[in-house]
């Protein structure tokens, strides 16, 4: 899908250098993959706390029980 975005050059350029990337395409591209990831792990340490844990589960035992 092809758009049109107004980006910043300065950040463009910045994001060039500092990715790596050989285009202007792939670093954009690596920049969404990088913030979708970072939202995506925040949702998860927003669950810290949250969850209630069965304090006589043995995650240890059940390692040993999958070889």
């Known amino acids: 899908m092809a758009t049109n975005l107004a980006i910043d050059p300065d950040l463009l350029e910045r994001a060039l250098?500092?990715?790596g990337e050989r285009t202007k395409r792939?670093?954009?591209?690596t920049a969404l993959r990088e913030f979708i990831a970072r939202r995506e792990q925040?949702?998860?340490a927003d669950l810290l706390g949250?969850?209630?844990w069965?304090?006589?589960?043995?995650?240890?035992?059940?390692r040993s029980r999958r070889k």
């Open 17 to 19: 250098q500092v990715s």
């Open 26 to 29: 792939a670093a954009v591209t």
């Open 42 to 44: 925040r949702h998860v």
């Open 50 to 52: 949250k969850l209630e």
């Open 54 to 62: 069965d304090e006589s589960f043995d995650y240890k035992a059940e």
